[in-house]
């Protein structure tokens, strides 16, 4: 009867992970893009060697918590600029039409 094989979780998972819940809450691009870089290394890292490693989960969690605040943040930050780009542009035609 052969003992059940250890298997380790991944180191750089589970900074992905906390990683990518700091880059909701204190820091919030560079948290993200460590989330989104250690979760590729993880993911590779466990692919290289999947009986030893375990934690893809909280690798795919990381990633997904590091691409999500990244576009969000991205997506705010064009809607901020379209909104204040407009609001310049009808002060503008307010301007010269007076």
Do not use: K
């Not at 870089?37 to 690798?59: C, K, L, N, W, Y």
Request: charged share 10%; hydrophobic share 60%.
């Amino acid at each position: 009867m052969n003992a059940p094989a250890y298997r380790r979780t991944s180191t750089l998972a589970i900074v992905s992970l906390v990683a990518g819940i700091l880059g909701w809450t204190l820091a919030p691009w560079l948290g993200s893009l460590v989330a989104i870089i250690t979760g590729h290394m993880a993911r590779s890292e466990i692919r290289r060697d999947p009986q030893g490693v375990e934690g893809d989960g909280f690798a795919v969690a990381g990633l997904v918590l590091g691409w999500a605040m990244l576009v969000v943040s991205l997506l705010v930050l064009l809607a901020i600029l379209l909104f204040f780009g407009g609001l310049a542009a009808l002060v503008a035609l307010a301007g010269t039409a007076g």
